[in-house]
DNA sequence: GAAATTTGACCCAT
DNA sequence: ATGGGTCAAATTTC
């Protein structure tokens, strides 16, 4: 593979894990389309919902809603919207933080699809969305070859929250797990874990239970754990058997899981040989936050690093793992 | 008690 | 009429 194409699926891979920062960092979206919202519809008379029979008497709901709402939802039409959407075993992994509002069970798919708005929504009116579904054929290769479970992420709207945690964290597409002492890591490593994932951006407790739910969920890949911070999983863990061999870091190249664990390994250790299975914490005594830095800031935006992606030769198997 | 998730109802586009 | 997206009360979790 010559350089130039690697830097080429490098470019593809940072449209398709950062769908959302459009601006500076990417123009370009892979398999987009239309999808439908009325989250930013046209202003109109602001009709707001009643039950016919809610659980609860609403009486003042009307007025409750409309002032811890700021923005009633009013639309009479739905908005088109472009959308990106991409299939990945490590759905969470996006660099964001999302808020699960809705689940349904969509006619003809196995599994339901998730519905998640971003964390800041309330508080900065970020739009940004995104579904979450776990793929059919998951029944077939998920549970034969040991592969890991596909998921097929869509993204509606732009993030416009400020710099903030989602923002100023980098995405954590950890796959390995990494002790959260500092021991094993050389101070640059430090310097990753102090600027790029910063405590602003340590997931609360019960996200980082959540997560745990989808370090296990993704773990049904033979060679590797994942963690994140500040996403919750849209997985079940009840189909998953957690696998033992997560105990040691074997770079996988069936999907991303190669990759970042791979990358995070050789950076955050660079002089010393591939980490060994003492440096990887089992999952059972993870008490924190796992850190990468495969991302790093990129004029105002989070990106990949270029390097770290290159470290690793299959990238078109990684690569392999979207749907383009 | 606060925050996040779950879940059934509601609403709109097709 | 129906499917999909969203709301919001109830529930869960910490």
């Not at 009116?125 to 998951?138: E, H, I, L, S, Y």
């Not at 754990?225 to 040691?248: I, K, L, N, Q, R």
């Not at 060994?276 to 850190?291: A, C, K």
Request: charged share 25%.
């Amino acid at each position: 593979m010559t350089l130039g194409r690697q830097r080429e699926l490098v470019a593809q891979l940072r449209e398709l894990l950062f769908p959302a920062t459009t601006d500076e960092c990417s123009s370009v979206k892979l398999e987009t389309g239309e999808s439908t919202t009325r989250a930013d519809a046209v202003a109109c008379g602001g009709r707001r919902r009643r039950r016919a029979s809610g659980k609860r008497a609403w009486g003042h709901d009307d007025e409750a809603a409309a002032g811890s709402n700021p923005q009633p939802r009013c639309s009479k039409r739905r908005k088109k919207q472009q959308s990106s959407s991409l299939v990945t075993s490590t759905p969470d992994f996006d660099g964001y933080q999302w808020r699960k509002y809705g689940q349904k069970q969509i006619e003809g798919a196995m599994y339901p699809r998730s519905y998640y708005r971003c964390t800041w929504s309330a508080e900065q009116g970020c739009p940004a969305k995104r579904t979450v579904q776990r793929n059919d054929d998951d029944i077939v290769n998920g549970g034969v070859d040991g592969s890991p479970p596909k998921y097929t992420v869509v993204y509606v709207a732009e993030h416009t929250c400020s710099a903030n945690e989602s923002m100023e964290a980098p995405v954590i597409l950890e796959t390995t797990a990494v002790p959260t002492t500092n021991d094993n890591r050389p101070t640059d490593a430090d310097d990753l874990e102090n600027n790029v994932a910063g405590p602003a951006f340590l997931a609360p407790p019960e996200t980082r239970h959540d997560a745990a739910a989808a370090a296990v969920d993704a773990a049904s890949s033979p060679a590797t754990t994942a963690f994140t911070a500040g996403t919750e999983s849209p997985a079940t863990s009840d189909d998953v058997t957690w696998s033992s061999a997560s105990d040691h870091v074997v770079v996988d190249d069936y999907d991303s899981s190669w990759m970042f664990a791979g990358a995070v390994d050789d950076s955050w250790a660079p002089t010393t040989p591939p980490v060994e299975s003492s440096l990887v914490q089992d999952m059972d005594d993870f008490t924190g936050p796992i850190r990468s830095p495969v991302h790093v800031a990129a004029g105002g935006c989070w990106t990949i690093d270029p390097y770290l992606l290159l470290v690793n030769e299959p990238i078109t198997n990684f690569l392999a793992g979207f749907s383009f």
